[in-house]
């Protein structure tokens, strides 16, 4: 299969939809950065270690350079993704569904913006795929479950695990530092956060960069004629425009999501920020290891109530627990039933 930036730029050229496709796919990737990247560095202003334009633009060079690094070591998440479903063989029809799942994630993005249900990027873009596939096939037989299931787990691994790791992390810190001075150990801290925002950040484009890459590789194959991409290398042209885009949008900001999730949910010291950023960048290497698309957004929220439980559990805003369920509960077969009908539409329009 030709991967080189010459051919896909001569698909594009000539292939309306596929231009479609990697047009939505880089909206999607930008708006992730603008939007979900924050979070990453939310901890990191709100405890005052690191002004938020600096950190902004920390976070944007550690997306650039986790997509780009953690894909050219391991892309098992990309390969899951592209893997999840299969589109069939006519792959006129799978770069029109693919189109079409691009497409539902902006619709129901919006839409559940306008009625303040609480959204994510990586499962609207799950269900957007599986919805499509469900659509070429009329059957649930274009699902991978063998690849889906990664899914569930990931699902269980951003809650369970950030938490457990979040409240270990930081019940040990406090014992640690119980004896030590506490201008020094703030000092200390100060540092140490500004580092675990930046490995947040580098795990944040590893799993999230890796997502849509995979959307990608699948537009590029199904331009190609090839309906399956299992053995291909990514090509590291690829991996750049993904860390680009990404940047690019983590540059713009996120001033409103910083204060939700570094001070709505919990009031954080500057330990406990240190604690959620390292305790979510280490869920989010496993499961990145282990091929596992989990939600970034939700691992961090997660690390962070396990944090503040270690002081007591009233210091958490469980308002955010009920908020990670809806997401769950309406964006898989919300997103998935848009897609489904717009997969649908677009093949007997096209």
């Given at each position: 299969m030709d991967v080189s930036l010459s051919y896909f730029l001569q698909a594009m050229s000539s292939s309306p939809v596929l231009l479609i496709t990697v047009v939505l796919t880089l909206g999607v990737i930008f708006v992730n950065g603008w939007t979900d990247a924050p979070n990453a560095i939310a901890t990191c202003i709100?405890?005052?270690?690191?002004?938020?334009?600096?950190?902004?633009?920390?976070?944007?060079?550690?997306?650039?350079?986790?997509?780009?690094?953690?894909?050219?070591?391991?892309?098992?998440?990309?390969?899951?993704?592209?893997?999840?479903?299969?589109?069939?063989?006519?792959?006129?029809?799978?770069?029109?569904?693919?189109?079409?799942?691009?497409?539902?994630?902006?619709?129901?993005?919006?839409?559940?913006?306008?009625?303040?249900?609480?959204?994510?990027?990586?499962?609207?873009?799950?269900?957007?795929?599986?919805?499509?596939?469900?659509?070429?096939?009329?059957?649930?037989?274009?699902?991978?479950?063998?690849?889906?299931?990664?899914?569930?787990?990931?699902?269980?691994?951003?809650?369970?695990?950030g938490f457990v790791c979040g409240w270990l992390i930081?019940?040990?810190?406090?014992?640690?530092?119980?004896?030590?001075?506490?201008?020094?150990?703030?000092?200390?801290?100060?540092?140490?956060?500004?580092?675990?925002?930046?490995?947040?950040?580098?795990?944040?484009?590893?799993?999230?960069?890796?997502?849509?890459?995979g959307v990608l590789f699948l537009g590029v194959a199904f331009s190609n004629g090839q309906s399956d991409v299992s053995g291909v290398v990514i090509p590291v042209w690829l991996m750049l425009l993904c860390s680009i885009v990404m940047g690019a949008g983590t540059s713009v900001g996120g001033e409103k999501i910083i204060k939700s999730v570094g001070m709505d949910m919990v009031k954080l010291e500057k330990y406990q920020g240190f604690a959620a950023d390292l305790s979510a960048a280490f869920c989010l290497l496993l499961s990145s290891l282990f091929g596992i698309p989990v939600s970034t957004t939700h691992t961090k929220t997660s690390a962070i109530m396990g944090v503040g439980c270690v002081k007591r559990l009233s210091a958490v805003n469980f308002g955010v627990v009920k908020d990670m369920m809806l997401t769950w509960v309406f964006t898989f077969p919300g997103c998935g039933l848009i897609s489904y009908v717009m997969a649908k539409l677009f093949m007997a329009i096209l």
């Open positions: 709100t405890t005052r270690c690191m002004g938020a334009r600096a950190a902004i633009l920390t976070s944007a060079v550690f997306n650039f350079l986790g997509v780009l690094v953690m894909t050219h070591i391991n892309a098992s998440v990309a390969s899951t993704i592209s893997n999840m479903v299969d589109f069939g063989n006519n792959t006129q029809d799978a770069l029109i569904a693919l189109c079409a799942a691009l497409f539902s994630i902006v619709v129901y993005s919006v839409g559940a913006s306008y009625f303040g249900i609480p959204t994510s990027e990586s499962h609207s873009l799950i269900a957007g795929l599986s919805g499509a596939a469900i659509a070429i096939h009329n059957g649930i037989e274009g699902i991978n479950m063998a690849e889906w299931v990664k899914v569930i787990y990931g699902l269980f691994m951003s809650l369970l695990l930081c019940r040990l810190l406090t014992i640690l530092c119980a004896g030590m001075n506490r201008h020094k150990t703030n000092r200390f801290f100060q540092g140490a956060e500004i580092f675990g925002a930046a490995a947040m950040s580098f795990m944040h484009g590893a799993q999230d960069g890796q997502k849509f890459i």
